[in-house]
C-alpha cells in the first residue's frame, strides 16, 4: 500500500479542509495517508518514508506561511527527486502560495509532480468536490 503524507498549513482552516478531503479520497484509492500540519514538522526526519507527498498552503499576503515555508526547507534536504508530488491551498483573491510550492517541489526537488496545484476558495466549494477526486487520481497515477 503505498504512504502518502499530507503537508498542511493553516490561517482560518480552509486549508486543512481540503487537506482532509484529500486524504479522505486517497484513502478511497487505497492509500496509507499521513496528515500532519507543516508547523509539527521539526526536523527532515519526519519527511522520509513516503512513496508521495502533498503539501498545502494558503495564500496570505501573496505568500504561503512561514511554517510551509521551513517545511519546504527541509524536504529540499530530504532527497525526494523522482517522489510523486502534488500541492494545493485555498485563497481569497490571488492564489500564489499553491504554484510557488508547485514549481518548487518540481523544479527545485525535481519531484513528478501532477500538472498543476489545486486552487480553490474553500475545502465545501463545489469546485473542491468536482476537483479533487481527479487531484487525487492524478497523483495516484504518479507513485512508482
Do not use: Q
Not at 11 to 26: M, R
Not at 59 to 83: H, P, Q, R, W
Request: overall charge neutral; hydrophobic content about 40%.
Amino acid at each position: 500500500m503505498p504512504k502518502v503524507i499530507v503537508v498542511y498549513a493553516t490561517k482560518g482552516g480552509e486549508t486543512l479542509k481540503l487537506a482532509e478531503l484529500i486524504a479522505e479520497e486517497l484513502r478511497s484509492l487505497n492509500m496509507d495517508v499521513k496528515i500532519v500540519e507543516a508547523s509539527d514538522i521539526k526536523t527532515t526526519r519526519g519527511l522520509f518514508g513516503y512513496d508521495a507527498y502533498v503539501f498545502g498552503s494558503p495564500t496570505y499576503f501573496g505568500e504561503m506561511t512561514e511554517s510551509m515555508k521551513d517545511v519546504l526547507l527541509m524536504a529540499e534536504k530530504s532527497e525526494l527527486n523522482g517522489k510523486a508530488g502534488a500541492t494545493f491551498g485555498a485563497y481569497g483573491w490571488s492564489g500564489e502560495a499553491p504554484k510557488r510550492i508547485h514549481d518548487t517541489i518540481t523544479f527545485v526537488f525535481r519531484m513528478d509532480t501532477i500538472r498543476e496545484p489545486l486552487m480553490v476558495s474553500s475545502g465545501t466549494s463545489k469546485i473542491a468536490s468536482k476537483s479533487i477526486p481527479n487531484f487525487c487520481k492524478e497523483l495516484a497515477a504518479k507513485i512508482k
